[in-house]
């Protein structure tokens, strides 16, 4: 069965970086496209960044332009979320999510100082 697990969320300082990790399995990771969404306390989830299979990207949050880069590596059925110069209202939820009906568990990211 389909399945998504992300990794890489924690406590990080205004400023600082953190890589988010999402494995899938299940299905065949490289034809399909990877989404990033997030989901902070009060809000709706909302879509982050989407990679497609040929590696093109698009971003949806003009929050984390310039900030944020997703990437995948297809050998390795993975897909990252690198966070640069991380804001406290970064703070939520990380989803990975794909093939339009699964995802992941999520992974909780803070920033705070």
């Known amino acids: 069965q389909v399945q998504l697990v992300e990794s890489g969320g924690g406590l990080v300082q205004p400023g600082g970086s953190l890589r988010l990790s999402c494995v899938g399995s299940g299905f065949t990771f490289s034809n399909y496209a990877m989404n990033w969404y997030r989901q902070a306390p009060g809000k709706e989830r909302e879509l982050v960044e989407r990679i497609f299979s040929d590696g093109a990207r698009t971003i949806y949050a003009d929050s984390v332009k310039g900030r944020f880069t997703i990437s995948r590596d297809n050998t390795k059925n993975t897909v990252y979320l690198q966070m640069n110069s991380l804001k406290p209202d970064d703070t939520a939820v990380y989803y990975c999510?794909?093939?339009?009906?699964?995802w992941g568990q999520g992974t909780q990211v803070t920033v705070s100082s």
């Open positions: 999510y794909a093939l339009q009906n699964y």
